[in-house]
T-cell receptor, first 114, second 111 residues
């Protein structure tokens, strides 16, 4: 099974409220990623876990948190949602760092902040 | 910061025709190049990779890489309606943190 599962597929959140998105994979991949995708923009890497080590991008460091309680699960947490967080959030996984090997993506969670 | 740009933004191709997608990158240290395809309602899925200068053919798809020109392209021969999708170019290098994606090219194959 080469699927990455994301829940929920659609999420409505209020400004100022927290948001928690969930992702799982059963491929025993070392690395799990979160990307943010807005219309007409490239998927933007937010952070990734290599094994238990979290790597966050410098420009999104304070905006997103994540946890990986075991190899299969990874969450993305927004402490206080703003309108600018409305986007598609794509979770992905790969063996190793994903440069030489395929990165597998989930179908995404569409977050709308109102 | 690596910049990956794709052209054209969108492309309409007749069924059976050739689609040509372009991607330019800014970091000369780039080593690994991928094409991903995303159908509506699905996540992106890897189509093919190319790591050496020249052409790489997989079925109806041919990727071409020219590192000196900072350019990679994808050509789809005998386009089918099922090829209608959003195509992303993705770039990385040894020791890089993760793939950096372009903005994508939307391909529509008209019957």
């Amino acid at each position: 099974d080469t699927t990455v599962k994301q829940n929920p597929r659609y999420k409505l959140a209020r400004v100022g409220k927290p948001v928690n998105l969930i992702c799982s994979q059963t491929m025993n991949h070392d690395t799990m990623y979160w990307y943010q995708k807005k219309p007409n923009q490239a998927p933007k890497l937010l952070l990734f876990y290599y094994d238990k080590i979290l790597n966050r991008e410098a420009d999104t460091f304070e905006k997103f948190q994540s946890s990986r309680p075991n190899n299969s699960f990874c969450s993305l947490y927004i402490g206080s949602a703003g309108l600018e967080y409305s986007a598609m959030y794509l979770c992905a996984s790969s063996r190793d760092h994903g440069q030489l090997t395929e990165v597998f993506f989930g179908k995404g969670t569409r977050l709308t902040v109102v | 910061q690596q910049k990956v740009q794709q052209s054209p933004e969108s492309l309409i191709v007749p069924e059976g025709g050739m689609a040509s997608l372009n991607c330019t990158f800014s970091d000369r240290n780039s080593q690994y190049f991928w094409w991903y395809r995303q159908h509506s309602g699905e996540g992106p899925k890897a189509l093919m990779s190319i790591f050496s200068n020249g052409d790489k053919k997989e079925g109806r798809f041919t990727a071409h890489l020219n590192k000196a020109s900072l350019h990679v392209s994808l050509h789809i021969k005998d386009s089918q309606p099922s090829d209608s999708a959003l195509y992303f170019c993705a770039v990385s290098y040894q020791g890089g943190r993760a793939l950096i994606f372009g903005t994508g090219t939307t391909v529509s194959v008209s019957p």
